[in-house]
Protein backbone atom coordinates (compact mmCIF):
# COMPACT_ATOMS: atom_id res chain seq x y z
CA UNK A 1 0.00 0.00 0.00
CA UNK A 2 1.23 3.11 -1.44
CA UNK A 3 2.12 6.12 1.71
CA UNK A 4 0.52 9.41 1.04
CA UNK A 5 0.75 12.67 1.97
CA UNK A 6 -1.74 14.11 4.75
CA UNK A 7 -4.69 15.89 3.08
CA UNK A 8 -4.43 19.70 3.19
CA UNK A 9 -6.71 21.43 5.55
CA UNK A 10 -10.11 22.60 4.42
CA UNK A 11 -10.26 26.00 3.29
CA UNK A 12 -13.38 28.47 4.38
CA UNK A 13 -15.76 29.14 2.13
CA UNK A 14 -15.07 32.74 2.93
CA UNK A 15 -11.65 32.03 2.12
CA UNK A 16 -12.08 30.51 -0.88
CA UNK A 17 -14.21 33.81 -2.25
CA UNK A 18 -12.26 36.56 -0.23
CA UNK A 19 -9.01 35.23 -2.61
CA UNK A 20 -11.27 34.60 -6.14
CA UNK A 21 -13.03 37.92 -5.82
CA UNK A 22 -9.50 39.85 -5.72
CA UNK A 23 -8.45 37.73 -8.98
CA UNK A 24 -10.74 37.99 -11.18
CA UNK A 25 -11.21 41.82 -10.55
CA UNK A 26 -7.41 41.79 -11.30
CA UNK A 27 -8.10 39.91 -14.53
CA UNK A 28 -10.39 42.28 -15.48
CA UNK A 29 -8.58 45.59 -15.02
CA UNK A 30 -5.36 43.37 -16.83
CA UNK A 31 -5.07 45.83 -20.30
CA UNK A 32 -5.33 42.37 -22.48
CA UNK A 33 -8.33 41.16 -21.20
CA UNK A 34 -11.25 40.94 -23.24
CA UNK A 35 -14.92 39.99 -22.93
CA UNK A 36 -13.62 36.52 -24.75
CA UNK A 37 -11.46 35.87 -21.96
CA UNK A 38 -13.69 36.23 -19.50
CA UNK A 39 -16.20 34.19 -20.85
CA UNK A 40 -13.71 31.20 -21.40
CA UNK A 41 -12.33 31.48 -17.54
CA UNK A 42 -16.43 31.51 -16.83
CA UNK A 43 -15.99 34.87 -14.72
CA UNK A 44 -18.74 36.50 -17.27
CA UNK A 45 -22.38 34.55 -17.06
CA UNK A 46 -23.29 33.83 -20.14
CA UNK A 47 -25.90 36.23 -21.84
CA UNK A 48 -29.35 34.97 -22.04
CA UNK A 49 -31.21 34.26 -25.43
CA UNK A 50 -33.57 36.99 -26.75
CA UNK A 51 -37.18 36.51 -25.78
CA UNK A 52 -39.06 36.61 -28.94
CA UNK A 53 -41.92 38.55 -27.52
CA UNK A 54 -44.42 38.11 -29.88
CA UNK A 55 -44.70 34.34 -30.01
CA UNK A 56 -44.61 34.59 -25.86
CA UNK A 57 -48.12 32.62 -24.51
CA UNK A 58 -48.39 31.65 -21.01
CA UNK A 59 -49.67 27.97 -20.49
CA UNK A 60 -51.33 27.35 -17.09
CA UNK A 61 -51.60 24.24 -15.31
CA UNK A 62 -53.73 23.96 -12.46
CA UNK A 63 -53.61 21.57 -8.50
CA UNK A 64 -56.29 22.06 -6.26
CA UNK A 65 -55.30 22.56 -2.33
CA UNK A 66 -57.82 22.89 0.24
CA UNK A 67 -60.42 23.26 -2.27
CA UNK A 68 -58.97 26.37 -3.91
CA UNK A 69 -56.92 26.23 -7.47
CA UNK A 70 -53.36 26.48 -7.54
CA UNK A 71 -52.19 27.69 -10.85
CA UNK A 72 -48.90 27.60 -12.05
CA UNK A 73 -46.37 28.73 -15.05
CA UNK A 74 -43.14 28.69 -16.84
CA UNK A 75 -41.76 32.23 -16.51
CA UNK A 76 -39.94 31.96 -19.77
CA UNK A 77 -37.73 34.68 -19.24
CA UNK A 78 -40.22 36.81 -18.64
CA UNK A 79 -40.48 39.27 -15.47
CA UNK A 80 -44.21 38.45 -14.41
CA UNK A 81 -48.10 36.92 -15.00
CA UNK A 82 -50.93 39.22 -14.83
CA UNK A 83 -53.65 36.64 -14.07
CA UNK A 84 -57.64 37.35 -14.23
CA UNK A 85 -60.24 35.67 -13.53
CA UNK A 86 -64.08 35.15 -14.13
CA UNK A 87 -65.71 33.13 -10.89
CA UNK A 88 -69.20 33.34 -13.19
CA UNK A 89 -69.56 36.64 -13.90
CA UNK A 90 -69.06 36.31 -17.27
CA UNK A 91 -66.78 39.19 -17.16
CA UNK A 92 -62.54 38.55 -16.66
CA UNK A 93 -61.23 40.92 -14.21
CA UNK A 94 -57.46 41.24 -12.34
CA UNK A 95 -56.64 38.67 -9.94
CA UNK A 96 -53.70 39.69 -9.81
CA UNK A 97 -49.72 40.06 -11.45
CA UNK A 98 -47.58 36.77 -9.87
CA UNK A 99 -43.23 37.75 -10.08
CA UNK A 100 -43.67 33.58 -9.05
CA UNK A 101 -44.31 30.91 -10.85
CA UNK A 102 -47.29 30.02 -8.79
CA UNK A 103 -50.03 31.56 -7.38
CA UNK A 104 -53.29 30.33 -5.38
CA UNK A 105 -56.49 31.99 -5.91
CA UNK A 106 -57.60 32.01 -2.05
CA UNK A 107 -61.09 33.53 -3.15
CA UNK A 108 -63.99 32.19 -0.80
CA UNK A 109 -65.49 28.83 -2.23
CA UNK A 110 -69.09 28.59 -3.10
CA UNK A 111 -71.50 27.82 -0.94
CA UNK A 112 -71.55 24.11 1.07
CA UNK A 113 -72.55 21.49 -1.07
CA UNK A 114 -72.75 23.60 -4.15
CA UNK A 115 -69.89 24.23 -7.48
CA UNK A 116 -69.35 26.60 -10.32
CA UNK A 117 -66.62 26.70 -13.15
CA UNK A 118 -64.18 29.27 -12.42
CA UNK A 119 -62.03 30.68 -15.25
CA UNK A 120 -58.70 31.77 -15.34
CA UNK A 121 -56.48 33.58 -18.34
CA UNK A 122 -52.99 35.15 -18.07
CA UNK A 123 -50.32 37.29 -19.90
CA UNK A 124 -47.06 37.81 -19.37
CA UNK A 125 -44.98 41.01 -18.78
CA UNK A 126 -41.43 42.34 -19.59
CA UNK A 127 -40.85 45.48 -18.12
CA UNK A 128 -44.48 46.35 -16.52
CA UNK A 129 -45.69 45.99 -19.72
CA UNK A 130 -47.90 43.01 -21.39
CA UNK A 131 -46.14 41.08 -24.07
CA UNK A 132 -47.19 38.07 -26.30
CA UNK A 133 -50.45 36.71 -26.27
CA UNK A 134 -53.18 35.68 -23.97
CA UNK A 135 -53.26 32.41 -22.55
CA UNK A 136 -55.84 29.85 -23.89
CA UNK A 137 -58.80 29.86 -20.51
CA UNK A 138 -58.18 27.45 -17.85
CA UNK A 139 -61.83 26.38 -16.44
CA UNK A 140 -61.62 25.16 -13.21
CA UNK A 141 -64.42 23.08 -11.36
CA UNK A 142 -64.44 24.08 -7.40
CA UNK A 143 -67.08 23.18 -4.63
CA UNK A 144 -67.87 24.55 -1.43
CA UNK A 145 -67.12 22.15 1.62
Not at 28 to 36: D, G, L, Q, S, V
Request: hydrophobic share 40%.
Amino acid sequence: MPILPPAPTSTPVSGIFGFVGPLITRIKKHPNYTEAIGKNLGIIAASKPAVDITSLQPILSVDIQGGHPVLSWKSNGTDALEIEDDHGTGVFVLLTISMSSGYQDNTPLPASGSACVWKYRAIYHINDKQVGHWSQVLEVSVKGV
